[in-house]
């Protein structure tokens, strides 16, 4: 058998609830418009039977608004259990200078935990809600900006959650990069 634990991280309201229950393809963690709905980790899991696989998506409760540490701690224990790390940004929303501070205090958090266990989650971004994003050429620019604040270890992922836009493409991604295991 094949596994992958990964979290989804990133800006309250970016859409990583969504995200999470449209990879489980199933209604796992609740969404809704206000800030901080999710308010800790929420586990869900993505099989493949055919590939013999299964993905573990911690979704993690937002990053950015009122600074609350018990939320602070389930995002940092998400990343440092996860082997991916998937930051997830709103597409249709300007990249602020509070992502900065977060992508820098994740690669902080990331270079702690390599030096502590030796291992480093790989880290991924998420593009969602390109469906409201026009003309599509913006969203390398959005991408290319962010990937100034962080060293990513893998290109951008463009999805829809709520449309389901290229969540098939991001699944499939997912499982080849399960590794074998229990």
Same mark, same amino acid.
């Given at each position: ?13 970016a859409g990583k609830s969504t995200l999470a229950n449209a990879l489980a393809r199933t209604p796992v963690s609740i969404? %809704?418009?206000?800030? *901080?709905?999710?308010?800790e980790n929420t586990q869900s899991f993505v099989t493949d039977e055919d590939f013999g696989a299964q993905v573990e ?13 018990? !939320?602070?701690? #389930?995002?940092?224990?998400? &990343?440092?259990?996860? +082997? ?7 597409a249709a929303a300007r990249p602020t200078k509070a992502l900065g501070r977060f992508l820098g205090e994740l690669t902080? +958090?990331? #270079? ?8 480093? %989650?790989?880290?991924?971004? &998420? !593009? ?10 913006? !969203? ?24 389901? %836009? ?7 991604? !997912?499982?080849? *990069? ?5």
């Amino acid at each position: 058998s094949r596994a992958l634990r990964c979290c989804l991280v990133g800006p309250t309201n970016a859409g990583k609830s969504t995200l999470a229950n449209a990879l489980a393809r199933t209604p796992v963690s609740i969404v %809704s418009d206000k800030i *901080h709905t999710t308010r800790e980790n929420t586990q869900s899991f993505v099989t493949d039977e055919d590939f013999g696989a299964q993905v573990e998506v911690v979704d993690a409760p937002g990053a950015l608004g009122p600074a609350v540490p018990i !939320l602070q701690r #389930a995002i940092w224990s998400a &990343v440092q259990r996860a +082997q991916l790390t998937l930051v997830v940004v709103d597409a249709a929303a300007r990249p602020t200078k509070a992502l900065g501070r977060f992508l820098g205090e994740l690669t902080e +958090q990331l #270079a702690a935990n390599e030096e502590a266990v030796g291992v480093r %989650s790989k880290t991924c971004l &998420v !593009l969602n809600k390109v469906d409201l994003v026009r003309p599509k050429a913006k !969203l390398l620019e959005i991408s290319a900006a962010i990937h100034e604040w962080h060293a990513f270890d893998w290109p951008c992922v463009m999805v829809s959650a709520k449309t389901g %836009s290229g969540i098939d493409h991001l699944r499939g991604w !997912l499982m080849l *990069h399960t590794t074998e295991g229990e």
